[in-house]
């Protein structure tokens, strides 16, 4: 049985215009990757077409997947991504009703099964992790999907569950993603632009889950559990991504990597005694950091550490986030600092319950803090956090699938308007980065990231294009 994963793009653009992100940053489809790599090792053939390395219409994308006659297409979708892989999967089952569409990935996870109600052409869902329940449904030929735990499928018309799937336990007993499947890997893929030291670079994933609740985090597919790659397992898959792909830097991309301390040593410890020629960039979270973690990240090739800070005003940070002092931010961040690695921030804006005085206490807050780049996403309620459940009680909610993006305010809290927070959005841009010492710090990536230089000259007119039609 041939298998074609599909990513499709979506949107992940603000408003109109158009979508240039992918100058600054193309992130490979780990996931569908993983899914891939495992069907292999079951004997089964397996492609993978992604959407945002291969940008094209609807119409292009069907007729190239329905050239490679697959007798399975298997979509993974966030919310913003749904529609345009259903209308995909839609033009598919017209012309050719014999292929099987599977549809997975963070929004048929938290959205469940309902989700077939409401769009036919969905012949079933993969609820939770997707490398067992995708490989069962397919050796068993698509019969039988009620014993299989993880499918939504309708049953007298109806879209219901078969069983909950357990999470893999062994992180470990997983092979590496698939990345000989992707075209153009390394060297259409990209990390964003001046976080980084060399190319080619990509991204990695080496753990699963959260035992933390965040108001705006999904968790629906990989739950709250916590489950990791050994270190062992870790270092091999850089050692194989530079000796198989010249992988020079690669970005963690785990919301927790620093959260087991045992982990963190040991892998620190084992890229320096076996001296791998890849340096790395993390997300920490601030209770985590102490001069000791900091040290042993340095000495390891980390060049970087990202943190959730979301919010400079207390009673925001109480509310959603949890678990930090603010007043501990500035002196964990400078330890970073200090060390010789950069730091890079991560905020939010639109939360429930901001106002515009929270707002400005968020910015004035950035503005002080040693950072070296900040990341502005605009609060987005995805039907799996916890906030959705409540949200339309804290204000507007326009429940736009393509724009929960986190790039546009589909939620205005009570008291404010949208318009205002855009203004305060690009206030917060420009204040912070409208400064010398951020200008210096930039003049510095000459010799720091001469790679991201050269691609943002190479793409410079396209910027300069995009500019003047925001501007008009």
Not at 29 to 46: N, Q, Y
Not at 97 to 126: E, Q
Not at 243 to 270: Q, S
Request: net charge neutral.
């Amino acid at each position: 049985m041939k298998a074609l994963l599909v990513h499709p793009h979506g949107s992940n653009w603000m408003g109109s215009g158009k979508d240039i992100t992918t100058i600054f940053n193309l992130m490979p489809p780990i996931g569908l990757l993983g899914i891939a790599a495992f069907l292999e090792t079951k004997g089964m053939e397996v492609e993978i077409l992604d959407c945002y390395g291969a940008p094209a219409t609807v119409e292009r994308h069907v007729a190239d997947i329905l050239s490679r006659n697959p007798d399975v297409v298997g979509f993974s979708c966030t919310t913003s991504s749904f529609l345009e892989g259903y209308a995909i999967a839609e033009r598919i089952k017209e012309l050719n009703p014999d292929v099987r569409l599977v549809f997975g990935g963070a929004h048929a996870c938290s959205v469940g099964p309902s989700l077939l109600d409401a769009f036919p052409a969905v012949d079933y869902l993969i609820i939770g992790e997707g490398e067992l329940t995708f490989a069962e449904l397919l050796s068993a030929g698509f019969r039988g999907v009620e014993s299989i735990p993880g499918i939504g499928f309708r049953k007298d018309g109806k879209g219901t569950l078969s069983a909950v799937r357990e999470n893999v336990p062994d992180l470990d007993s997983l092979p590496f993603p698939a990345w000989r499947r992707l075209p153009g890997f390394p060297r259409r893929y990209n990390l964003p632009l001046f976080s980084y030291p060399r190319a080619p670079n990509t991204s990695v994933i080496s753990s699963r889950g959260c035992p933390y609740q965040c108001s705006y985090c999904d968790r629906s597919v990989f739950s709250r559990g916590f489950r990791f790659n050994s270190p062992d397992y870790i270092v091999e898959h850089l050692r194989y991504l530079h000796r198989d792909f010249g992988i020079r830097h690669v970005f963690f991309y785990d919301d927790l990597f620093t959260f087991d301390r045992k982990r963190v040593e040991r892998f620190c410890l084992l890229m320096e005694e076996r001296r791998v020629p890849v340096t790395y960039n993390c997300i920490a979270r601030l209770e985590h950091v102490d001069r000791e973690l900091v040290a042993l990240l340095k000495r390891s090739g980390c060049w970087q550490v990202n943190f959730g800070i979301e919010s400079g005003d207390p009673e925001i940070v109480a509310r959603h986030r949890k678990l930090y002092d603010l007043e501990q931010v500035r002196e964990k961040l400078s330890m970073v600092r200090e060390s010789g690695m950069r730091v890079k921030g991560l905020f939010m804006v639109g939360f429930p319950g901001e106002t515009e005085e929270s707002i400005r206490r968020t910015i004035d807050f950035a503005v002080s803090l040693p950072l070296d780049e900040i990341n502005v996403t605009k609060f987005t309620p995805f039907p799996g956090a916890p906030a959705f459940a409540t949200i339309r009680e804290h204000g507007e909610f326009r429940e736009d699938w393509p724009s929960m993006n986190c790039m546009n305010f589909v939620f205005v809290p009570h008291g404010m308007t949208r318009e205002r927070l855009e203004e305060l959005y690009n206030e917060f841009i420009r204040r912070f980065y409208h400064r010398t010492r951020i200008h210096w710090g930039y003049t510095k990536m000459l010799w720091k990231s001469p790679h991201s230089i050269a691609v943002f000259l190479r793409n410079l007119p396209e910027i300069l294009r995009f500019e003047l039609q925001q501007k008009w």
